[in-house]
C-alpha cells in the first residue's frame, strides 16, 4: 500500500496494524521516502519463491524490475 507521509502521520495505529500483513510504502511529493514492513515476515523465503520467474533470455536490471513492480501499486 501507498501513502503519503501527511495520511501516515494522521492515521500512524491504523497503518502499524496493517504493517502486520503488508508493506506500508509512505511518500512525500510523490516519491518514496520510506517503507514499513513487519519484521516477522521472512523476507528470504519470499525471495526464494520469485527464483525462475523471469526468463534468463529477457535481458532485464533492477531498476527495470523495481519501476514495473511499482508501477502496478
Given at each position: ?14 497503518y ?58
Open positions: 500500500m501507498i501513502v503519503t507521509a501527511t495520511e501516515f502521520k494522521t492515521n500512524l495505529g491504523k502499524l496494524e496493517m504493517a502486520a500483513s503488508q508493506d506500508i510504502f509512505i511518500t512525500k511529493n510523490g516519491k518514496n521516502i520510506a517503507r514499513l514492513t513487519s519484521p516477522a515476515v521472512n523476507k528470504l523465503a519470499l525471495l526464494d519463491d520469485l527464483v525462475g520467474s523471469v526468463p534468463q533470455e529477457k535481458a532485464i536490471d533492477e531498476n527495470t524490475i523495481r519501476e514495473e513492480r511499482l508501477s502496478r501499486q
